[in-house]
């Protein structure tokens, strides 16, 4: 449903113009966006303005930002299929945990919906021919000559960390954008911190619903006790000590783009310091 007062809110912010396909390509092209490009997106498209065609305008044009020789990827990370002891915001009852274990459908590329990252990435993941990773938790889809390469292993346990798409776009020497929002949704900073050495680095056994041999199970793995609160001071400290980060609008959003390889080793290298 089309709330009316917050669509009327965006147009009174987003000025004489409307944001359109043909504008974004402009500002992402003014911003540092080459054909080409190896890219992983970060976003949020209320902060765009208003947007004429919404999310598969946004979808368009960045596409057409890396053209046919680009690669984009998005985080379609699904955090409700999870662990539901570990569940706090809000919890469940205890008595409900193993019904949820034993019902919860299983992680399903095509199918399973993301978790809260916005309706450009649920955009994106629709498109033909977009691939999604195989975590249940944690996957990544990606478009373009480079997406088997950063999508195609995906390991179950760790899985932020160097069996990866994160860990592949470091390898591949893509781009981070971030288009609307900060450095707290800068996924890439969790990859630092699997590479940092810190004194309280934990790990925690999480559990999901996967398909094994055409059959539905639970299974557990274990992954690092992520912490993104640093995440906008290192990012701030990264922009300003390296100068390597560009800046810029899409529609009337802040919008980022930088190197992934150096945003990561920057992180793991604060956090060994400071954490």
């Not at 776009?169 to 810190?198: C, K, P, Q």
Request: aromatic residues 8%; contains cysteine; glycine residues 10%.
């Amino acid at each position: 449903m089309i709330n009316r007062e917050k669509e009327a809110s965006l147009i009174a912010k987003t000025g004489e113009h409307p944001v359109t396909k043909s504008s974004m390509v402009e500002e992402l092209r003014a911003l540092g966006v080459q054909e080409g490009m190896t890219l992983l997106v970060h976003s949020s498209l209320s902060s765009i303005g208003w947007v004429c065609g919404g999310a598969i305008a946004v979808v368009q044009a960045l596409l057409e930002s890396v053209g046919d020789k680009g690669t984009i990827m998005v985080p379609t990370h699904s955090s409700d299929l999870s662990e539901p002891s570990l569940w706090r915001n809000p919890p469940v009852p205890e008595s409900w945990w193993p019904i949820i274990r034993d019902e919860m459908p299983a992680f399903d590329p095509d199918m399973t919906p993301t978790c809260y990252m916005g309706a450009i990435v649920d955009c994106f993941r629709t498109v033909p021919g977009v691939i999604r990773s195989s975590h249940p938790q944690f996957s990544f889809a990606a478009l373009g000559p480079k997406a088997e390469n950063l999508i195609h292993h995906h390991s179950l346990d760790l899985g932020l960390g160097e069996e990866s798409p994160l860990a592949r776009l470091y390898e591949l020497g893509g781009y981070v954008l971030l288009v609307g929002v900060g450095h707290e949704r800068n996924t890439s900073l969790h990859l630092s911190e699997y590479r940092a050495d810190y004194a309280n680095k934990e790990m925690t056994e999480f559990g999901s619903p996967i398909m094994q041999d055409g059959v539905r199970k639970w299974v557990n793995f274990r992954d690092l006790s992520l912490d993104s609160d640093d995440f906008e001071q290192i990012g701030e400290q990264f922009t300003s000590e390296l100068g390597l980060v560009r800046e810029g609008r899409v529609g009337i959003a802040q919008a980022l783009l930088m190197p992934q390889r150096e945003l990561v080793d920057f992180g793991a290298g604060w956090m060994t310091r400071h954490r």
